[in-house]
């Protein structure tokens, strides 16, 4: 048994009855909807059309939103419905991340993620979803798509049907009979700031979906009249948390590749002080990612009922191993057990670039987001690692085991990795892009509302001032200069900081639905 559905757009009349029943009959709370009524207009007058879509969850053969989910709250049924389970649910909004189609939401009164379910209740029951029995012309069937012998079934076989975004391989089980490019296609409709009966909700939580005039995938006088606004799932707890990651888990890396090569002796003080930073800045990362759950006092499901596919679990395990690791040699070093640090320097310093780069596999499995697909994103992140390592080793003061000798590692170290991120950075976003949900969401970054933060703070300010800083201390003076070096490291910090901000923001605002 699969259970599907067919939308036949021939038939609708947006008359919104769906939506209603959907609501009446699930208890949706106002504000969020599980199915809704997308109306697009097409021409210029008086030779205009008007065409709708019917909007919700896919209930994919392959749900990207289960296998993201960290604590099973998302599942899938053995009769292909996709459902959800409030009471495990710890709001960490990965699934909308993961979802291509809009269709997840956390409902505002028990902040937990909801979406259609197929009237599951009603169809263990022999009973047809609410929506399908009110649909006054019969334009949403419902049904068995594996019994050839079912409506639905002989709908798909004997009409030429369409499903949103198939490039995803998710392999959606709704399928739309005489889709219109400029409905089906999320970015191809310019939304202006009122719709027929309404302004846009532009004050949804997490500011929605951004939708640019200039942008060169909207199609010619097609607007759409009327939709809903769907949330930006994550706030800015994600990239503060991408990069206190990224110092922490690059603190040990510098001095542990100098000391390979024999350019850098041991040192207990600096150790203790290194390991103390990647503690410190994993532990923060924790909260950070803690904070950013709707249901913090949950948090600890994670860890004991965890999904196995989920990067994001996966992480929590790495994270807790690099900690632990941490911790260790952290001690090691206070004890003055030199044979022991040596040991555990380099198992710390590998978890520590895993820790780094497992957030490229759990963005990876976040499938509404192309702009975060780019096969960069692993290495990108340990460079990014190690641009922090560099500027951490070059910020440290004498009494904490900083030198001269450690700085005239650490300068180059910084510059090389500074550099290596600026081109990673251009890469992403100048590369070409094989979709049009990535190409939409490079062109925020590089055009959009996040284009003065990008160019300005991520690229200029934190990327090639502080390199051109340190190549010209580098060439027109013999000694290293701390207050230079320090001062570019901070820029390229801050940097960085900006970097994620508008890598996180833009990628999740591209319009899905």
Not at 16 to 39: F, L, Q
Not at 201 to 228: E, I, R
Not at 355 to 370: K, N, P, S
Request: hydrophobic fraction near 45%; charged fraction near 15%; proline fraction near 6%.
């Amino acid at each position: 048994m699969k259970y599907g559905f067919v939308i036949d757009n021939r038939k609708c009349i947006g008359c919104h009855a769906c939506t209603v029943a959907c609501k009446t009959e699930n208890h949706v709370p106002i504000g969020v909807n599980r199915t809704w009524v997308k109306y697009v207009e097409k021409g210029l007058f008086p030779n205009t059309r008007r065409v709708f879509q019917v909007t919700r969850c896919n209930h994919c053969e392959k749900p990207p939103c289960v296998t993201i989910c960290p604590v099973t709250a998302m599942y899938q049924r053995k009769d292909g419905i996709v459902d959800f389970n409030s009471d495990r649910c710890i709001g960490c909004k990965a699934c909308m991340q993961a979802c291509p189609y809009d269709s997840i939401y956390m409902d505002p009164d028990d902040g937990t993620a909801a979406k259609c379910h197929f009237c599951a209740h009603r169809t263990e029951v022999g009973l047809e979803p609410a929506c399908v029995i009110v649909c006054p012309e019969h334009a949403i069937i419902a049904g068995d798509l594996s019994d050839p012998a079912s409506e639905v079934a002989q709908l798909i076989a004997r009409e030429p049907v369409r499903v949103r975004k198939p490039e995803q391989g998710t392999q959606p089980k709704l399928y739309y009979i005489d889709a219109d490019e400029s409905a089906i296609v999320p970015t191809a409709a310019r939304h202006e700031s009122i719709y027929m009966w309404s302004q846009r909700n532009a004050a949804v939580l997490g500011g929605g979906a951004v939708y640019p005039l200039d942008s060169p995938l909207l199609q010619k006088d097609a607007l759409a009249a009327y939709d809903v606004s769907h949330a930006r799932p994550w706030g800015w707890q994600v990239p503060a948390y991408c990069w206190t990651k990224s110092i922490g888990s690059g603190a040990l890396a510098i001095p542990a590749i100098a000391m390979a090569f024999g350019k850098l002796s041991g040192d207990r003080v600096r150790d203790i002080t290194l390991a103390t930073v990647a503690l410190l800045f994993t532990a923060l990362t924790t909260v950070l990612l803690v904070w950013d759950l709707d249901h913090k006092e949950r948090f600890l499901r994670v860890v004991f009922m965890p999904q196995s596919k989920s990067w994001l679990a996966r992480g929590a395990f790495i994270l807790i191993a690099y900690s632990g690791l941490c911790g260790v040699f952290w001690l090691a070093a206070v004890m003055g057990f030199s044979v022991a640090t040596s040991i555990l320097l380099w198992p710390t310093v590998l978890v520590g670039f895993c820790a780094a780069a497992y957030t490229a596999f759990l963005f990876g499995q976040c499938e509404g987001r192309d702009l975060w697909q780019t096969p960069l994103l692993p290495a990108h992140l340990i460079i990014q690692a190690l641009l922090c390592g560099s500027a951490t080793l070059v910020l440290l003061p004498e009494a904490l085991g900083g030198s001269s000798k450690t700085l005239s590692i650490a300068i180059p170290a910084l510059a090389v990795s500074l550099g290596l991120h600026l081109l990673m950075v251009l890469g992403e976003v100048a590369m070409p892009h094989t979709t049009d949900n990535a190409r939409y969401g490079a062109r925020l970054m590089t055009h959009g509302p996040f284009a003065r933060a990008f160019w300005g703070g991520g690229v200029v300010a934190g990327g090639i001032i502080p390199l051109l800083l340190l190549l010209c201390t580098r060439l027109f003076s013999a000694a290293p200069n701390p207050i230079a070096a320090g001062f570019a490291s901070v820029l390229a910090l801050v940097g960085l900081l900006i970097f994620e901000w508008c890598f996180v923001m833009a990628g999740q605002s591209v319009p899905n639905s």
